[in-house]
């Protein structure tokens, strides 16, 4: 027994260390996006392109042992097509938001979703809030109104005159948001895919079809093909190590979870936050502001009460089959 103890917290720390990895890992992504001069969509599509590359790869290498599927189980490949629709959706609108607004607050609002998805869950799933939702609500509605600093709370608040300049544009986090809250229901349609059948579909779908058809599209709009700066070899460099950063970081996320124990691991997610906010004060113009902070604090107690919350009705449900059990016996 003591043995199996000390396998299972070596499991535990290893798959905490994982999931920490990725956090950081997933932060790093979104500050190279910020930074990088090549075109949204070009940037894109080689992203996915990339991606595709990798998963291909491990198709060709799991795809017999594992039984997979090119394109995902016959039944489910409408779901997981929509499910691949959706992630491109909100990686290219994350992507916009990276840039137009500052990292830290980016990251800290994309970590809202829950709410969302809770809310479309109830209407599209018929699942229950929980008990803690509306503390959660006003958690993460406070914290949003700090972070995005209107008028009204300016006033409670020394902030000086570059504060104000470097203001950003925060369209486009809102609509990442709403296309991530989106995902994980029609993940859940689909979850008896592999993760490696969906990120294969995924990036062949989008570097294929999807983000050929923005670029053709947007060419025609504007009369050009987006303008490549001047050491693009280089800039696509970047691009291709974020692509391969975004796989290794949820191969990381993944294995992590398989490892630990989900909810206690879950917690140490949200390490992305405040290291988001330690990159944009290092690597962007961007200030952080004490509002930003403490709104993305109450953001992140949001989360944790959720964890919480979840890990104590897994308990008391592992205990109440225990004394089932007990009887029976």
Not at 42 to 63: D, G, H, N, P, Q
Not at 82 to 96: D, E, G, Q
Not at 268 to 293: C, D, K, M, N, W
Request: hydrophobic residues 50%.
């Amino acid at each position: 027994w003591a043995s199996m103890a000390e396998v299972r917290a070596a499991d535990q720390v290893q798959g905490t260390c994982l999931v920490v990895g990725a956090a950081t890992v997933f932060a790093l992504v979104a500050l190279v996006v910020n930074k990088d001069p090549v075109p949204l969509l070009v940037a894109t599509e080689c992203r996915f392109f990339v991606s595709w590359l990798i998963s291909v790869a491990f198709m060709l290498k799991f795809r017999a042992e594992r039984g997979l599927y090119w394109f995902g189980p016959p039944q489910l490949r409408v779901w997981l097509l929509l499910k691949c629709a959706m992630s491109f959706t909100f990686i290219t609108l994350w992507w916009t938001a990276l840039r137009d607004a500052p990292i830290g607050d980016c990251v800290a609002i994309i970590y809202t979703s829950p709410i969302l998805t809770s809310l479309l869950s109830r209407v599209f799933l018929k699942e229950l809030f929980p008990s803690v939702f509306p503390f959660q609500v006003l958690l993460v509605s406070c914290g949003t109104i700090l972070i995005l600093d209107p008028p009204f709370v300016q006033a409670f608040f020394v902030s000086d005159s570059a504060t104000e300049e470097v203001q950003g544009n925060y369209t486009f986090v809102w609509l990442a948001l709403g296309a991530c809250s989106v995902v994980p229901i029609v993940t859940r349609k689909a979850k008896d895919c592999s993760w490696i059948e969906v990120e294969h579909v995924s990036a062949c779908l989008a570097s294929t079809i999807l983000c050929p058809a923005l670029i053709v599209g947007q060419s025609i709009l504007y009369g050009s093909f987006p303008a490549m700066p001047s050491h693009a070899p280089s800039e696509c460099g970047l691009i291709v190590l974020v692509a391969v950063g975004s796989f290794v970081g949820i191969a990381m996320e993944t294995k992590g979870y398989q490892l630990a124990e989900v909810g206690k691991a879950s917690m140490f997610r949200y390490v992305e936050i405040p290291f988001a906010y330690v990159l944009q004060h290092l690597g962007t113009s961007a200030p952080v502001t004490s509002q930003a902070v403490l709104g993305s604090t109450l953001i992140l107690a949001s989360c944790v009460l959720k964890l919480m919350w979840t890990e104590k009705k897994v308990d008391v449900t592992q205990e109440v089959d225990q004394n089932k059990q007990a009887l029976l016996a």
